[in-house]
């Protein structure tokens, strides 16, 4: 049992050091993906979430967000070691891909909370509620197109 308090205490200690390091735009992306699924939760504890079919909770579909959400932190990842290697020997630190990355993804996850916000009966601005019928009706920029001739 020791052992295993060991191995999780270094993993969380090695996940925190990472985290520690990043620019403040990752903690946003951190923020904003917390309070999508959250939303999402309490979507589906009152049956309105658009991401059944019934509208309730559904183990699948938060396990499958929670899913997407540690991916989404591995392309940060990725845009972080890019940054790394484009700047190594430099003597520069610049975190332009992934404040990029974190950018496109905090916005993503904006428009989650926004359509869990409005699912749930809160009052949202006409504006914002057209712009997410747009990307919904253009596939909210998350999917790739699908490859000629299918």
């Known amino acids: 049992m020791k052992k295993i308090v060991e191995v999780l ?19 946003i992306l951190v923020a904003a993906m917390s309070l999508d699924y959250l939303t999402g939760l309490i979507c589906g504890f009152m049956g309105v979430s658009p991401k059944t079919e019934s509208g309730g909770l559904s183990s699948g579909a938060a ?5 997407k959400k540690v991916l989404i932190l591995c392309v940060v990842g990725l845009a972080a070691l890019i940054d790394h290697a484009v700047t190594q020997g430099t003597g520069m630190e610049i975190a332009a891909v992934t404040g990029a990355t974190c950018f496109w993804f905090v916005a993503s996850e904006g428009l989650s909370v926004l359509e869990n916000a409005a ?3 809160v009052p949202i601005p006409k504006v914002l509620l057209r712009a997410l019928e747009i990307m919904k009706q253009h596939g909210e920029g998350h999917k790739p197109p699908d490859p000629p001739g299918e």
Do not use: E, N
């Not at 205490?9 to 903690?27: D, E, H, L, Q, R």
């Open 9 to 27: 205490a270094a993993v969380g200690g090695a996940i925190a050091g990472y985290f520690v390091a990043m620019p403040p735009i990752v903690w």
């Open 63 to 67: 396990f499958k967000g929670l899913m």
């Open 119 to 121: 699912a749930m009966g």
